[in-house]
């Protein structure tokens, strides 16, 4: 039986940047980006679909950001940082990014009502006002949602959205309470930074890319639809590095899952790494990769965690050790080398989820 073709989703926490620094930093609060998107949806991230168009799924998130949240005229676009959760569900794959978008002008650069076909608004907002949001409600009156001043039914009003302010889902909560967190714990910006794919990358981070394959025509590709949806037969790996710091010596583990549907990167990462789990001390996760494949309906996902054990006596006959130098792979040599520097801004493995993650 042949894989499942997955939707892929990509969703952006914006924060707001500032070309000057007209106030100053103690006046200053952490400001984010919400949509207020139609009804019956409530205000939420930017966010949707990735599309065969899309080049990768960084991509993606600046688009939907763009068609939800901003004014026609914006000329500025949304700069994505950080890759802050990988979720993943049966048939359906989430990527949540950090961004940041610069809007120093009096008048902002957001949407604002009526809006168009994508939203109503967008505002920024501090993380003091998104709690004042209520949590979702379930079967609201249609007619609590209705501007009182016209019979026709159409979506919230500006009025009705700033009197009853509720939020679609958990995601703008747990992201934007994720990065205010580490602002005022004054602690690096949480998952792995976005790198580019090149001959200079960085050893670590995150990693979206479009195969460079000899691509077909347009007439060629195939692509795959459900309801309406792109969707993509997304193949899984993982590339586990084990170090064992008493004996200072590395070993490599490779796992490929075709059909995505079988099992999570999370429960594939779990299982490599529980078989070192009674002298593992440390976990982590250095590089994510994502590589959409040119015929317009395959695409590659593959992580690389790293585990640190304190001796590799007495289990894993079959794992070779070796020291770093030893290492055939050219890219495991450097990710040996760059986690024994211990200057790694690595993630925590909760990066990568079996399921979308909840309040």
Known sequence: MSP???????????????????????????????????????????????????STPVDAAVRETIEEAALPQCGDLPVMTHLLSLEQTQGRIRFIFRGEWCDDDEQ?????????????????????????????????PR?????????????????????????????PLTFFGMLENSLQ?????????????????????????????????????QTLTIQGRATF?????????????????????????????EKTLRQLTDEMISQFASSTFETGLQRV?????????????????????????????????VSKDELADSLDQRLAAHLLSGQGNFADLNILRGTECTM
């Open 289 to 321: 990769e994502y590589t959409a494949h040119e015929n317009g309906r395959d695409a590659t996902l593959t992580v690389f965690p790293y585990a640190i054990t304190s001796s590799n006596q007495d289990f894993h006959n079959d794992v070779k050790w």
């Open 233 to 261: 037969l997304i193949h899984l790996k993982c590339r586990l590095l084990v170090y064992d710091s008493e004996n200072q010596l590395f070993a490599t583990m490779s796992s490929f899952v075709d059909d995505q549907n």
């Open 143 to 171: 007619e609590q949602w209705l501007d009182d001043s016209n019979d026709n039914a159409h979506p919230l009003s500006s009025t009705t959205s700033v009197n009853h302010p509720w939020l679609r889902a958990h995601e």
């Open 4 to 54: 499942l073709p997955s939707n892929a989703f990509s969703l952006a926490a914006i924060v707001r940047s500032y070309k000057t620094q007209k106030q100053s930093q103690e006046q200053k609060k952490q400001q984010y980006v919400l949509v207020h998107e139609r009804f019956p949806r409530g205000w939420w991230l930017p966010g949707g679909g990735i599309e065969h168009k899309d």
């Open 185 to 221: 714990q004054n602690e690096s910006i949480p998952g792995l930074k976005l790198c580019q794919v090149g001959d200079g990358d960085e050893v670590v981070g995150a990693f979206f890319s479009r195969s460079k394959e000899s691509c077909q025509s347009a007439s060629e590709v």
């Open 108 to 140: 902002s650069i957001l949407k604002c009502p009526p809006g168009d076909d994508d939203s109503i608004e967008a505002k920024w907002i501090t993380w003091e006002e998104i709690n004042n949001f209520k949590r979702r409600r379930k079967h609201i």
